[in-house]
């Protein structure tokens, strides 16, 4: 083989004055003249050793082409294997969504929303394709929105030792909240929801943008919810305050009409502005004191009430008050019945302590005013017929007793006057001996008072003046009585 020149005229190709005949070729004509040519130039016999020798480049040409076209069958059925398998999506437990052909959601067996489960669309993606999210489980957390922002490094009560309260409110700074008393508080707030429409949630929302939504609405609640409380009932019943703000906030929920449901919401944390908190202990600790202060005085009612009337003494004290309502209201019948009821618990087993002692010490008053005035009555009733048949005779035997009765006293002193002096004028001063027996009765009479008070039967009812007097009837003076004469004659 020889390189021809390119400046010499075409012609078949010649070795040693030879010419050698080549099979006519049809060639394109090139676009621009050739800078060289080659000439294969053989002799008889070159074209079949041409051909063997062409034969491996050929083969390898084959081989590679063949190679080349399994590669692209099992690249074609891989493709057409996963766009089979495309139209198949699996739904979890806790996830839903929806089917969409052509954008459009489809209708899977009676309902639009997938349920849990291997689900498949005719058409895979994109003509087919499927929305799954998880309808359970989500969370949101409102962050420091209502928080002021601590310094790095620096922990809560650290914050709160150098809070002060000329401190500069900074909006954006100091997140905070203004309740109905006009005071200022702050909150941390977090929020479980589902999601319990998926159809409506894939048309009126947008997967990025669910937790954002569900935040401003639980922003727009605690501006809304803490305007309506006290700084009090935020810091210490934070769970109404949450129950209001998961309610304000599923409002806005629902005004949207996006398929989500707040099922939680928490208030971790609640405090006043920090440079109250320093001085909240204080407070609490005086709380607490009142708190057990008024314990205290429950439990000491309490006791008062008990050794007043007994340990039954709430049944008592309902009767009464169900009385006193039927005498407000004019009903005597039940009135009369409340009454009763009220005498047979007074006078029955059950009542006790000092209200027991008083009933007693009353039947036994009532008992000696019985014996005593009770006698008596008995015997002027007794005298009353002979009263009425000889009233002189009677009335004088009554006087002439009255006067053995004045004159048998220890501390009578007699002066005897002779009829016929006429007017007389009578100093008297009194025999000492007397005197002595005067005083004497005078101390054992404010002894006997004085014993009877400590006792607790001073004035416990009503008496006549003569059962106070030394030597009358009575027999709880004339028991004290006999024990103080009975010392002072061992003195």
């Known amino acids: 083989m020889t ?4 400046n010499e005229p075409n012609g078949p190709p010649v070795e040693d004055g030879v010419e050698i005949e080549a099979e006519a070729m049809e060639v394109e004509p090139p676009r621009r003249a050739a800078s060289a040519q080659f000439v294969v130039e053989a002799g008889v016999g070159s074209e079949a050793a041409l051909r063997e020798a062409m034969d491996p480049a050929n083969q390898s040409l084959a081989e590679a082409l063949r190679l080349s076209y399994r590669v692209l069958q099992f690249v074609i059925l891989g493709l057409v294997a996963l766009f089979i398998v495309s139209g198949f999506q699996r739904v979890d437990e806790r996830q839903s969504g929806v089917m969409l052909r052509f954008g459009k959601i489809v209708t899977v067996g009676d309902q639009q929303a997938l349920e849990p489960g291997l689900r498949r669309n005719i058409l895979p993606y994109p003509a087919g394709e499927f929305i799954i999210f998880d309808v359970e489980g989500r969370s949101v957390d409102v962050g420091n929105t209502y928080w002021p922002r ?22 954006g700074k100091v997140g905070t909240v203004v309740t109905v008393d006009g005071d200022l508080g702050h909150l941390k707030l977090t929020a479980d929801y589902q999601i319990v ?26 501006v809304l919810s803490t305007a309506a409380i006290t700084l009090q009932e935020l810091v ?27 099922t939680d919401v928490k208030l ?16 609490q600790n005086a709380r607490e004191e009142a708190r057990r202060d008024i314990e205290n005085a429950r439990q000491a009612a309490e006791a008062t009430l008990i050794d007043a009337a007994g340990a039954n003494y709430l049944e008592l004290a309902g009767l009464v008050a169900a009385y006193e309502d039927a005498e407000d209201r004019g009903d005597r019948q039940r009135a009369d019945e409340l009454m009763n009821a009220i005498n047979g618990f007074l006078e029955g087993t059950r009542t006790s302590g000092e209200l027991a002692e008083i009933i007693r010490q009353a039947q036994a008053y009532e008992s000696e005013i019985e014996r005593t005035l009770g006698n008596e009555a008995r015997r002027f009733a007794m005298i009353l017929p002979s009263y009425r048949e000889q009233p002189d005779l009677v009335i004088k035997r009554r006087w002439l007793e009255s006067v053995g009765t004045v004159l048998s006293r220890e501390d009578v002193e007699i002066i005897r006057v002779f009829p016929g002096m006429g007017s007389i004028g009578v100093k008297i001063s009194g025999q000492e001996e007397i005197a002595k027996i005067r005083r004497k009765l005078m101390l054992q009479r404010k002894q006997i008072e004085a014993e009877l008070k400590a006792a607790g039967s001073y004035e416990k009812y009503l008496q006549r003046s003569a059962d106070w007097e030394p030597g009358t009837s009575n027999p709880l003076l004339q028991e004290q009585e006999g024990r103080i004469r009975a010392r002072g004659s061992r003195n």
């Open 268 to 283: 971790p944390d609640a405090k006043p502005p920090f440079a109250i908190v320093k001085v909240y202990g204080e407070l």
């Open 3 to 6: 390189m021809a020149d390119p």
């Open 197 to 222: 429409d998926p159809v409506r949630f894939v048309e009126r929302m947008r997967e990025a943008d669910v937790d954002r939504i569900v935040r401003m609405a639980l922003e727009r609640a605690v």
């Open 150 to 171: 601590i310094p790095a490094g620096a922990t809560l009560q650290q914050a709160i030792d150098r809070a002060n309260v000329n401190s500069v409110l900074e909006p």
């Open 236 to 262: 210490d019943q934070p769970e109404v305050a949450a129950d209001r703000i998961r309610l304000n906030a599923q409002d806005v929920l629902d005004t949207v009409d996006c398929g989500i449901q707040l």
